[in-house]
């Protein structure tokens, strides 16, 4: 059953995060990052910018995570572990939720790409027929059963202990729906979505296939459209995909998480404004410093959006 997306329809527009580190990072290292995080001063910005939702990473294809989990240790079994000591993930909620923004996560549907330790002992295989690390491939995919039943207790570890803290989640890398997910049996679409759900039944769901245009929903299992987009903006038609809320995710720099502003302010706020007026959710990417700043010049980005939103 669908959750209700009345909430993220009338917020109309939001920030994302990706929060990252190079998979030779230690876990000492990544222990420092993660406790330097100041989570008041990255709140503050974005309440001085009025964004009503941020998504943020607990982590993707390094193997390290921005949040303690005990299902994922047991599974992968390394000393000291990559899941940092710190849940930043319950610290963001707590500086988020006192001003008045509501908090989502990011995940990849696999396990780290770069993490060979993790890949092995989760049993999870990139499924191109050339690896994934040379770009190479025409995807296949495979069943993977064992992965998928681990991968949804880990999820399902992470979304118990957050309870409602977490109001929506981000499935990335869902290229191979046919071969992994499309069973009437579980593991299967449903069986992800419950994990995710595990700890809050109201919370959102989305499954990325990757960068298509025009956006569509990849399954009824989820409650919005991951709509992940690059170059082309593509028109909204309507609030519903399918019986999923149309949302998009765009990045506002050069690249994912990085560079300069790649849009004109003018730019960025007339397409929020758009979706919005036609029942669609905005979401843009932009980076984040170490230690929880944004550039001035997102800033300014976010505060133009802002206004051309409240002005509509």
């Given at each position: 059953m669908r959750a209700n997306t009345d909430w993220f329809q009338q917020a109309g527009w939001g920030v994302f995060f990706h929060y990252l580190t190079s998979h030779t990072t230690s876990s000492e290292d990544w222990n420092k990052r993660v406790g330097g995080f100041d989570t008041v001063l990255f709140a503050d910005q974005l309440a001085q910018v009025q964004a009503p939702y941020c998504f943020f990473t607990i982590g993707q294809n390094?193997?390290?995570?921005?949040?303690?989990?005990r299902v994922y240790d047991g599974f992968v079994g390394r000393e000291p572990s990559l899941c940092s000591r710190r849940d930043l993930i319950a610290d963001l909620y707590d500086a988020?939720?006192?001003r008045g923004i509501e908090l989502l996560v990011y995940l990849p549907s696999g396990a780290a790409t770069?993490?060979?330790?993790?890949?092995?002992?989760?049993?999870w295989r990139w499924g191109l027929d050339q690896p994934w690390e040379v770009g190479g491939g025409k995807p296949t995919g495979e069943r993977l059963e064992a992965f998928q039943r681990r991968w949804e207790a880990v999820i399902a570890e992470w979304s118990r202990t957050w309870g409602n803290k977490v109001r929506g989640w981000w499935f990335d890398g869902c290229y191979f729906a046919d071969a992994m997910y499309r069973h009437p049996e579980a593991p299967n679409f449903?069986?992800?979505?419950?994990?995710?759900k595990a700890g809050n039944l109201k919370s959102l769901v989305a499954f990325n296939p990757g960068?298509?245009?025009p956006v569509f929903s990849l399954s009824e299992a989820e409650d919005y459209t991951a709509g992940e987009i690059a170059e082309a903006f593509p028109t909204c038609p309507g609030r519903w995909v399918d019986g999923a809320q149309y949302q998009v995710l765009s990045y506002l720099g050069e690249r994912w998480s990085g560079?300069?502003?790649r849009l004109t302010d003018e730019l960025a706020a007339a397409y929020t404004v758009y979706l919005i007026q036609r029942g669609g959710?905005?979401?843009?990417?932009?980076?984040?410093?170490?230690?929880?700043?944004?550039a001035p010049a997102y800033m300014r980005?976010?505060?133009?959006?802002n206004r051309a939103v409240q002005a509509r």
């Open positions: 390094s193997g390290h995570y921005c949040a303690p989990n988020l939720h006192a770069m993490d060979k330790l993790a890949m092995e002992r989760l049993e449903a069986s992800f979505a419950a994990a995710a960068v298509f245009t560079g300069q502003p959710v905005m979401t843009w990417d932009l980076p984040v410093a170490d230690d929880g700043a944004i980005q976010l505060t133009a959006i």
